[in-house]
């Protein structure tokens, strides 16, 4: 598998106070397995779909108890480069680039809208191995922000993105391509969503039926917070496991209703 392009979203990992409940979760809506952890670099516990790499599970560093969140990495030849434009375009470096052995270069930062996210310099850990449409794997994530014109000015500033919006007046929501492949989105928070709530980044994950995921995330604690509902792109809902920490589950091959419209944006 070759090196991710710059910018490109190619892993994913969240902390857990209960490392274990969320082993056990995940791999009964997503069907994940997990591999040995890896005492050396914190319990780090990578989760398998199918025997491929899709995510991984650690139990928080000391001081950052609390709140369990997926933090979305995003491909960079070079962390020290990348941390340096974070810096320049408005957004905090909250973890100074660092190798993890032969592995590859992390960094955590925080965009100007306050959303958390990662950049990977890879080493021998690429990332993702499975393709987006295999049941258990990542398959797309959206900035949800409450600023969405700082962010629109920082991502494309940070990574080689170009922009489109989508002409909806019921719906502010912007896609960001490399390429001509469309690898993010970026979705304002109404006032649906509690004050309380910070900007985060929310990721999505395939299952082959999206209902019967619903049920088993809500059967073993985990909430509905959204769906589900049938897109263009799938029938997808939003969830919060039992620990708090959001995502959602997609079934992209249960589709309906017709592409959006979309204009490109400077």
Same mark, same amino acid.
């Given at each position: ?81 990348? #941390? ?6 408005? *957004?905090? $470096? +909250? ?7 032969? %592995? /590859? ?107 019967? #995921? ?6 073993? *604690?985990? $909430? +509905? ?7 263009? %792109? /799938?029938?997808f809902a939003a969830i919060s496991d039992p620990q708090g920490a959001s995502f959602s589950v997609i079934d992209v091959t249960t589709t309906a209703g017709a592409m959006p ?6």
């Amino acid at each position: 598998m070759a090196v991710r392009a710059e910018g490109i979203p190619c892993w994913a990992d969240a902390m857990f106070g209960d490392v274990e409940g969320a082993k056990a979760f995940y791999s009964e809506v997503l069907g994940w397995t997990f591999g040995e952890s890896s005492s050396e670099y914190g319990n780090y516990t990578q989760a398998y779909a199918d025997g491929k790499a899709v995510a991984a599970v650690v139990p928080p560093m000391s001081g950052q108890e609390g709140h369990a969140q997926w933090c979305l990495y995003f491909a960079s030849p070079d962390a020290a480069a990348t #941390a340096a434009r974070i810096r320049e375009h408005g *957004g905090e $470096v +909250l973890m100074e680039p660092m190798q993890v052995g032969e %592995f /590859g270069t992390m960094c955590l930062a925080r965009e100007p809208s306050g959303a958390v996210f990662g950049v990977w310099q890879a080493g021998v850990h690429e990332g993702f191995e499975a393709p987006p449409e295999q049941p258990g794997a990542y398959c797309w994530a959206e900035v949800f922000t409450r600023e969405p014109e700082r962010t629109d000015a920082f991502l494309p500033a940070v990574f080689p993105y170009t922009a489109k919006q989508i002409q909806d007046d019921a719906v502010d929501f912007r896609m960001f391509d490399i390429g001509g492949d469309t690898v993010l989105g970026r979705m304002k928070m109404t006032q649906e969503f509690p004050p309380e709530v910070p900007s985060y980044i929310n990721v999505y994950f395939t299952v082959p039926d999206c209902d019967e #995921a619903v049920a088993r995330a809500t059967g073993l *604690g985990g $909430v +509905l917070r959204f769906g589900p509902m049938d897109t263009p %792109f /799938g029938r997808f809902a939003a969830i919060s496991d039992p620990q708090g920490a959001s995502f959602s589950v997609i079934d992209v091959t249960t589709t309906a209703g017709a592409m959006p419209k979309t204009a490109d944006v400077t």
